[in-house]
């Protein structure tokens, strides 16, 4: 009987230790001294590391704001590469702290699936690529083609309601990773990739002959690319959330990374310039940190055109437009909620 | 004819030699390859098979192939076979994965050490095996410290592991802890506590029961929610986990087998012997039944080391991944037999060798108590 | 207890307890349970806190929702309405599919290979030996990768398919074989074929109880050979071949009509099939030379013909040996199925652990859906085999 009790108090000290109350993600990233950030296995200018092994591209840029802000070095960050398939999983079990992994924004991702989204930083949309030499024009002509397609998307399902509505067949290839795409696509087992726009102009220019290929003019769906963070835990939501809107409205406020330390040396004319980089009133506080959260953010990775051009822009190997990325200002819809 | 003389005496006739047509090459060919009409047609349609595969194969391999270029193109350029140059410029990669270049004596210090471990392991007639064998026993520890760093050295994450290195990491890791675990499983299944033995029995049951890939995906994707929040352990730890139970529920069935085998006598002796259960296992039951399982127990070891190619679907980078990723290269791009015929040449080196030694110890260690 | 507690008041009755063997494999096993029961609780516990802190609960219903994906190859209806429970049924059937193909395929196989190895000629001999040694010391994620790989980079792509007689055409998108369609007239041959098949079983167990009784011999093998394939054959002539092909045709991208096999699943079931092919043939070689000489040379001294000593003597004995490392290994083959997912296969894995789990993100429900499903695989090849085994067991008198 003697034995039983000692097993009862076994149990319930563990049970114990499993309810100990879960410190806030803020604490947990402070205590930690790092930064775990989910991203893609290796999408060209999104998310890979390069050939000394330093993970470089536009979803990494967010994550070393983050850590800038945070803790105050844009490199204390540890990047935990996820797949398509695992990657809400990686973080809501707590193993990342916020993701930024070419992410689509949907309600049941947001709802169901239990995250909170940050403010879309891409802005995009899904279309295919297909060997120009077989003369297709347009996607409505893709009856009964083989198109490969990363499982566990968004463009999955969109590619689905796709064909469905317009009455056309199609043989899904499915894969799993973007290599395993080039590989399939390159190695002609379908006659069409499919994935964000972005993606196909990522994945084509790492095929042999990037001009052999075109990207078709439809795109089929509206994939608005963001961050994400767990369900409840607020305050972490919100410093996901204004640091991309603080990188944005730097490009709109003209604040660089060269300029940024001069900008906050002292207070200019400027009354928006001041609150983002603490100078006037102490936003900061709000959501937890120091007033200088957001000149290092900026001071790291710099403004969004900055981010956009060195990974993903048109000098880049890459060479997406801004587009609808511009500047609500400049005819995009970018456009950073007031930091006020 | 007759007048020769019998330089012989009755019944001490010299042996004469063979008929020629049963001696010699051709009569060895008549009598392996062309005996009856069904070992002619399989003669024939074998040699077929040999002339159409590999010459072509021996071509593509070594004559037509391009050991050094650029890239693709400057290996399509010299020759039209295999382009082993990308191996070549990916070598360190395959080998060390992302571990940092700094630190790469670590690794290779890591490979000799390892050497140095094994041969207590197999050599028995080597001065001081048991001091020797007792390094060996703490070699994952010792390999564990140069490889992950602190204490002293600088700290690596596991992240950054790859190619062979993980291979091995893996391999040694679910090798030298699946065998104890296994032997604690199989005593726990043939033992006669009911409740322990139910519950040996199940976990064994349901781990074979299930693929390996399975368990990887609860490694990856569900076993943070089993931990207390915020508890994070490394991806790779809950592999070497993953693998080590999976390799260790089989090896215990391996060994349930040799401990079957044993004749009751031998537990009655040792009973009466009046040694405790420890005491028996240890110096009567288990020496005889692994000796009888070591077949079976390398037989797992090289599953096991075949299976470490499974990490590759969770997203570690063995050298299977190492290799796809490479492929994704620009500059590498449709590459994938060479970089499959150099993965596989390494798995078969190293299992081919391990089935090898089974063989040998299986003889040596027949000792003609076969019952 | 108490008793032992009387006899020794002190501190001493624990170890008391300890020494006695009875009470300590009772204490032995409580302690065990206790840490199992508490692991098990103590992960439990952690399980519904975390899910809760996301307040995630735990339910079936997401298997009554629209799956909204598309899966190629598929034996039961579906499309991309169809719910997520369907999908599961499609992965379910894909995995029995492939499983149950590569088992007949791998047992084939393996025969062949079981015996080439005992082959006196030495070629053949070799061959096999090197290509047992080959295929089983490379890991079988690799075959899967290479044998789809060869499919995808050596055969032609649709427009310049290899066709076979201008009906079935090979290419990298998958084989496209005719597809039979019947008219109603066939459905009699189909009954004759049952008929067949009924009365071959029948008649065996006549024409074995005859010569039990009188010696007597029917030439069975040749009236059952007339029975399943004659008469059917025969009725499907007379009936005028009541039966039409869909020939597969180029239109578009691809072939359109036949069936198809995916260039997935014949790459998976190839290289399942190769690869657990090289363990039976070595179980089928370890299991033919373990049936000892004497019961060849004394069927011999009986005059019984070659093959009449394999069939009835070596064979049935060498099956004993065999059938428990059969066994393992088609367990083997179902379980290796699972790596599907590296060539994009829709299985189980693949499907309801695949994307179902990443749609949906019921992480806890979907792998023990998978693991269940497998466990229940395993369960009942196992019990299958287990009563085969008992069937064919040395029966003593």
Redesign the interface.
Known sequence: MKLLKIAAYTTALFSL??M?A??GTLE?VQARGEL?CVVS??IAGFAA?NED?RWEGFDIDFCRAVAAAVLGDGEKV??????TK?RF??LN???GDILFRNTTETMSRDADLKLTFLPVNYYDGQGFMIRKELGVESAKDLDGASICIQTGTTTELNLADFFRTNGISYEPVAI?T???G??NY??NRCDVYTTDASGLASTR????DPSAHIILPEIISKEPLGGAVRHGDDQWADIGKWVVNAIIAAEELGITSENVEELAAAPQENPNINRLLGTESDMGAMIGLDPQWAVRAIKAVGNYAEIFDRTIGPDTAIGLERGLNAQWTDGGILYAAPIR | MTDTVQNYKPGEHPSLPPPSNTVGPIAWIRE??F?SPT?IV??LV??W??YKVVPGSLNWMFFDAAFTGED?NACKAVADGACWAFIGERLALFTYG?Y?AEQRWRVNLSFILLIAAIIPVLFDNIPFRKYGLIYSALFPFIAGWLLIGGFGLEPV?T??FGGLMLTLVIGVTGIAFSLPIGILLALGRVS?????KM?CVGFIE?I???????LL??A?????????????FD?LLRVLIMVTIFAAAYMAEVIRGGLQAIPKGQFEGADSLGLKYWQTMRLIILPQALKISIPGIVNTF?GLF?????V????LLDP?GIG??S????KW??L??EV?LF??LF??VS??AM?RYSLYLESKLDTGHKR | MSEVAVQQPSSGGIMRLWNDKESR?VI???I??AI?FALFFY??R??V???E?LGKDISLDFLGQTASYDISQRLIEYDSRSTHFRAMLVGILNTLLVAFCGIILATVLGFLLGVFRL??????NK?AYVYI??V???????HI??VH?VII?TLPVPKNAISVSDSVFLTNRGFFVPKPLFEPMFWIVFGLFVAGILFTIWFRRYAKNVQDLTGKQYPVFWISLGAIIGVPALAFLVLGMPINWDIPELKGFNYKGGMVLRPEFIALWLALSLYTAAFIGEIVRAGITAVNWGQTEAASALGLTRSRTLNLVVIPQALRIIIPPLTSQY?NLT??S??A??VGYMDI?ATV?GVT?NQTGR??EC?TI??LL??TF??IISTFMNWYNKRIKLVER
């Open positions: 230790t499993a100990n879960q410190a947990d775990n296995t290796g590391p092994g540890k990047f935990v590469p996820a797949t695992n999983t990686v079990s707590g193993e799993e973007n290599e395993e080039i590989a390159g190695g220019a790492a095929l042999e | 392996n390859l005996s070992n399989l003669t074998c040699a098979l040999l693709r992302f940092p994450p992240s950054e006669n506590l009911p409740l322990i519950i349901f074979r029961g299930v693929p390996l890939i399975t995906f609860i990856s994707t569900m076993l943070s929610y089993f931990l207390p929040p915020g508890t994070n991806l090289i075949k299976d470490t190619t499974l590759v679907i969770i997203g299977l796809r990723a492929l994704a290269d620009t791009t449709g994938s037999t499959y993965v596989a798995f078969f299992c081919f089935s | 494999s032995v096993q409580i065990a349970v199992f992960m439990g952690n399980a806190s975390n899910l802190t082959s006196k000629n030495w070629l053949t061959l040694e080959y089983r010391n490379v890991p079988v994620l690799l990768l290479m790989g980079h367990l379980k290796n699972s790596l997912i590296a894995v652990g789990l992480e806890m792998m998978v693991l497998y466990l395993s369960l």
